[in-house]
């Protein structure tokens, strides 16, 4: 079992910058790919990021903008935001899944319990 636990949203305005934490235990993360989503009101959860052993892959909606990153030491991943934008605000959760990277929600093993980024304008 691995579980997940996110920090770093709040409210920012729009142009700034956030940087959320996702702490993992339970297992050692370094053999997992670990995946960054987001789920807007009323919408559905979608893609942002994901980073695998040594590969990283981005929505098109946040190329450019988000970074993410991962520290086995910690068994933290994290996921920089900069030039935030009001369509940005949703619901951020981190998910785990063994190995192989993926944008496919229905891949993930395992969830956060997400965390809140809202982006005024």
């Known amino acids: 079992q691995v579980q997940l636990v996110e920090s770093g949203g709040g409210l920012v305005q729009a142009g700034g910058s956030l940087r959320l934490s996702c702490q993992a235990s339970?297992?050692?993360?370094?053999?997992?790919?670990m995946g960054w989503f987001r789920q807007a009101p009323g919408k559905e959860r979608e893609f942002v990021s994901v980073?695998?052993?040594?590969?990283?892959t981005y929505a098109d909606s946040v190329k450019g903008r988000f970074t993410i990153s991962r520290d086995n030491a910690k068994n933290t991943v994290y996921l920089q935001m900069n030039s935030l934008k009001p369509e940005d605000t949703a619901v951020y959760y981190c998910?785990?899944?063994?190995?192989?990277?993926?944008?496919?929600?229905?891949?993930?093993?395992?969830w956060g319990q997400g965390t809140q980024v809202t982006v005024s304008s």
């Open positions: 339970g297992r050692t993360l370094s053999r997992y790919a």
């Open positions: 998910a785990a899944k063994y190995l192989v990277t993926s944008r496919d929600i229905q891949n993930y093993d395992y």
């Open positions: 980073i695998g052993v040594s590969s990283t």
